[in-house]
């Protein structure tokens, strides 16, 4: 059950890093992480990569 939470927060997270443009720790908090540094952990184990990097690979975010 935590695995299928974590997948689902990623899921909303990634949407917030590629339409909005939040700061990293406000959608870490409103995705439901502790911190941004767990969030950071998480989303590197999940996606392969950090949600900053993840951000600037879409046209028009920075």
Do not use: Q
Not at 14 to 19: A, P, S, V
Not at 22 to 34: E, H, Q, R, W, Y
Not at 36 to 43: C, K, L, R, T
Request: overall charge positive.
């Amino acid at each position: 059950p935590y695995a299928f939470i974590i997948r689902r927060r990623i899921e909303r997270a990634k949407d917030f890093l590629r339409h909005s443009s939040m700061p990293v720790t406000d959608i870490a908090l409103s995705c439901g992480f502790s911190s941004s540094s767990h969030f950071s952990n998480a989303f590197r184990r999940e996606v392969g990569t950090t949600p900053v990097a993840y951000r600037g690979a879409w046209p028009g975010k920075a």
